[in-house]
T-cell receptor, first 110, second 114 residues
Framework: KQEVTQIPAALSVPEGENLVLNCSFT??????LQWFRQDPGKGLTSLLL?????REQTSGRLNASLDKSSGRSTLYIAASQPGDSATYLC?????????FGQGTTLQVKP | DAMVIQNPRYQVTQFGKPVTLSCSQT?????MYWYQQKSSQAPKLLFH???????NEADTPDNFQSRRPNTSFCFLDIRSPGLGDAAMYLC?????????????FGSGTQLSVL
């Protein structure tokens, strides 16, 4: 059974810093890996989707990578801004459903 | 704009009093999902519909039921809410449930049980 883990649970950085969020999964035979953003008390917004055949995806200041052999994905945020403050969740597609990590709550301080 | 809409945004109910949460979508997607997310936890899938076919997760309590009267609407019924059912309930859709597809989420309904 696929398990998805995100460490750390919380992260605080000063504005302008480049940062990396981590996601680990136990079953390397994944179909895809998806990163979401969740603002407090809100739903999830899809950020990036990496298919199993891909190694990375980019959207603006965001870059997500996938390394199936090591069971890891990272979300790189360049030049962080206070508006990036949110919880970031990764999820692996497994047997017809998404398996989520618990998320990393990011705070970017002005 | 095409989207997934959940109503109400906040719902307060009493212990044991039935409650219904609603979700509608204008994406014309075949698959609709209901997730439960407790504070600081990962979203957990309760069940999903592929068109009219209902798929219940093995560990979803019997207290939770769902209805999908048509493509656009899906309801989550909690027959006898307990204090432990207080959570954010998220509705999501995907076009056909395939592995390469994105899921589109609504804004969620925050349920409180008094």
């Amino acid at each position: 059974k696929q398990e998805v883990t995100q460490i750390p649970a919380a992260l605080s950085v000063p504005e302008g810093e480049n940062l990396v969020l981590n996601c680990s999964f136990t079953d390397s035979a994944i179909y895809n890996l998806q990163w979401f953003r969740q603002d407090p008390g809100k739903g999830l917004t899809s950020l990036l989707l990496i298919q199993s055949s891909q190694r990375e995806q980019t959207s603006g200041r965001l870059n997500a990578s996938l390394d199936k052999s090591s069971g890891r994905s990272t979300l790189y945020i360049a030049a962080s801004q206070p508006g990036d403050s949110a919880t970031y969740l990764c999820a692996s597609f497994d047997t017809g459903k998404l398996i989520f990590g618990q998320g990393t709550t990011l705070q970017v301080k002005p | 704009d095409a989207m997934v809409i959940q109503n109400p945004r906040y719902q307060v109910t009493q212990f044991g009093k039935p409650v219904t949460l609603s979700c509608s979508q204008t994406l014309n997607h075949n698959v609709m999902y209901w997730y439960q997310q407790k504070s600081s936890q990962a979203p957990k899938l309760l069940f999903h519909y592929y068109d009219k076919d209902f798929n219940n997760e093995a560990d979803t309590p019997d207290n939770f039921q769902s209805r999908r009267p048509n493509t656009s609407f899906c309801f989550l019924d909690i027959r006898s809410p307990g204090l432990g059912d207080a959570a954010m309930y998220l509705c999501a859709t995907s076009r056909s449930g395939g592995a390469g597809e994105k899921l589109f989420f609504g804004s969620g309904t925050q349920l409180s049980v008094l």
